[in-house]
């Protein structure tokens, strides 16, 4: 449903992912096919096995070389990757192997870029890699917080890599975002609250263990505040 909305809100691609409430992890095979079937826009695939830090051992780099495999394979347009070591600098050997089982398909490396140890230094070594995009909220909760390095990574970005600011974006922040920044590629989830049209409810039993979230509730991306977004980029 968000992939829909985010089509018809006029987004230009979508961060295909599951459990935003970690941050966001890698969705099933099913769910990249079926988005590449519903929506005409891009759709980038993340490549995560697991909620938690960035540091990752040999299985799990196995479990992320499969799952870019079968992204590849099932249409993904491109690929949103990351991996630290654990004294927080980027794993280039890691990050290198995951980029060739891309096949060429265009490289966003993902909020792992937050808690690198050296931004600007890890900036550079992305942009050597081939990284044309890096998600970032500049190294603060919320981009709104992380402005000041935000701006800093847009000026040394240069032409061939593009900061996205991510976190905490929404219709209402958006501009100013940009006008701090100078930032023009923004990352949102834009959604709001859905009620289910379920008429039967056990009430004593909970799966949900989001407390911003209702049981039986969905989060799903909104087209109208996707649209409100764009109008007020447009408008710069």
């Known amino acids: 449903m968000s992939v829909t909305e985010a089509a018809k809100g006029g987004a230009d691609r979508v961060e295909l992912c599951e459990n935003l409430h970690e941050g966001g992890t890698t969705p099933s095979i099913g769910t990249i096919k079926t988005a590449k079937e519903i929506c005409n826009i891009d759709v ?38 990351g991996s630290l070591r654990a004294d927080g600098s980027v794993n280039t050997e890691q990050c290198q ?14 909020r792992a870029f937050d808690v690198v140890s050296e931004p600007l230094k890890s900036l550079d070594l992305l942009k050597s890699m081939g990284v044309q995009r ?5 190294q603060a909760n919320v981009a709104a917080e992380g402005s000041d390095m935000l701006r800093k990574l847009n000026a040394a970005a240069g032409q061939d890599l593009r900061i996205m600011a991510a976190s905490g974006v929404s219709e209402t922040n958006v501009r100013q975002l940009a006008a701090e920044t100078g930032v023009r590629s923004f990352h949102a989830s834009m959604r709001t609250l859905i009620s289910s049209s379920i008429s039967y409810s056990y009430q004593k039993i909970r799966f949900n263990s989001i407390n911003s979230i209702p049981e039986n509730c969905l989060k799903v991306s909104n087209s109208t505040k996707i649209k409100e977004l764009i ?3 447009e408008e710069l």
């Open 97 to 110: 192997r995951l980029i060739e089982k891309a096949k060429g398909l265009p490289i966003t490396f993902h």
């Open 134 to 138: 890096v998600l970032t909220s500049g």
């Open 44 to 81: 980038y695939v993340l490549i995560r096995p697991r909620g938690g830090n960035f540091v990752y051992t040999d299985t799990e780099m196995a479990v992320m070389l499969h799952d870019i495999e079968q992204a590849v394979k099932f249409g993904a347009d491109g690929i949103v990757l």
């Open 231 to 233: 109008t007020k980029l």
